[in-house]
């Protein structure tokens, strides 16, 4: 056999080879960088890894796992250039029966993005936050005591996500978590489908005659030092709606630098799911529009913005806290026609 013809007779077995080696390199890429051959459903069928992978902001094969605490723990990798790692935990936990109306902080705010429903939460830029699960709910989480409830806690250990989609994602956890344990809501049409995250707004300079946009909550223009009063709000008003109130601090000099946040925290709640955070904080009440409303209102201590006495506050010419609470209510009210 001369060498032509011999080159004639391999010449089709490495194209084959080659062939069988590219599928085995493309089976390999795809097993081990998407799901496309993986499993549909991941912690116990809680969450489609369809889902997991829209929520995660990177590129790579998506895998969960649960602990025995009904943890799920999401990880995201692969090893092709632009794969990104990223880690999410969805942990339930007990809360205390005041949460999120804290009395040292809220976990749910104006500067949050909140997500309305049968299973609110709210969450940070960053994707953390909790969704709340019914209060029939309350023995899920590890050494709950009685009179407090349970969330759904999402903490964002690495990578980066979408929050839209990472928000949707907990919510359906949280119900399919609910399903699982016989606490979920009566009626299916009350959950999670077509939910969207509401996003916080930016921080705005206030209307001293309309504050929160709410017309009749006055207050000064300025509070010490002349610093201007500004505002940021979230949510909506027919469900659950927040505010904070802030000083806007000086471009350059000695504050420039600092994170002063909010000096009070408001809120208009309707949201069934949580009236009985705002009721045990004994929050002022009212029936508007036919719903169970609460008004919250939280003036927090900063030495920076708020002295310790009214006599102080007059002093340094800052809000006075009955003026801030009683002129937000009386606003508050009247904007929604109650009782």
């Excluded at 996003?199 to 509070?223: I, K, M, N």
């Excluded at 002349?226 to 000099?253: K, N, V, Y």
Aim: hydrophobic letters at 40%; a negative charge.
């Amino acid at each position: 056999m001369d060498a032509e013809s011999s080159r004639k007779r391999r010449w089709p077995w490495l194209v084959t080879a080659g062939v069988c080696a590219l599928a085995v390199v493309a089976g390999v890429t795809v097993a081990t960088n998407t799901n496309v051959l993986g499993p549909r459903d991941l912690c116990d069928g809680r969450l489609s890894s369809e889902d997991a992978g829209n929520s995660l902001d990177g590129f790579g094969r998506v895998t969960g796992k649960t602990n025995y605490a009904d943890g799920c723990f999401l990880a995201q990798s692969g090893w092709l250039p632009g794969a990104k790692d990223a880690r999410l935990a969805l942990e339930p936990r007990s809360v205390n029966a005041v949460d999120p109306f804290g009395r040292s902080g809220w976990d749910i705010s104006g500067a949050q993005n909140i997500l309305p429903g049968a299973l609110p939460g709210a969450f940070d830029q960053h994707g953390n936050g909790w969704v709340s699960l019914p209060s029939d709910c309350a023995s899920i989480a590890a050494g709950t005591s009685r009179g407090s409830r349970t969330v759904l806690h999402v903490n964002v250990e690495q990578g980066e996500v979408d929050p839209a989609e990472l928000a949707r994602l907990a919510q359906g956890a949280a119900r399919e978590l609910a399903v699982d344990h016989d606490c979920a809501p009566p009626d299916p049409e009350a959950g999670t489908a077509g939910t969207d995250l509401l996003e916080a707004s930016a921080v705005t300079r206030s209307d001293p005659a309309a504050v929160c946009a709410l017309t009749g909550f006055a207050l000064a223009a300025t509070a010490p030092a002349g610093s201007p009063l500004q505002e940021q709000t979230s949510g909506s008003r027919d469900g659950a709606w927040f505010c904070d109130l802030s000083l806007e601090q000086p471009a350059t000099g000695p504050d420039s630098d600092q994170e002063h946040g909010a000096f009070a925290r408001l809120a208009i709640v309707q949201n069934p799911a949580l009236l009985p955070g705002a009721k045990e904080r004994g929050f002022a009440h009212a029936v508007c529009g036919g719903k169970e409303t609460y008004f919250a209102t939280d003036s927090l201590t900063f030495e920076w913005a708020s002295p310790e006495t009214e006599k102080e506050r007059a002093a340094a010419s800052f809000f006075r806290e009955s003026d801030v609470q009683d002129r937000f209510i009386a606003a508050a009210r009247a904007s929604l026609d109650c009782d």
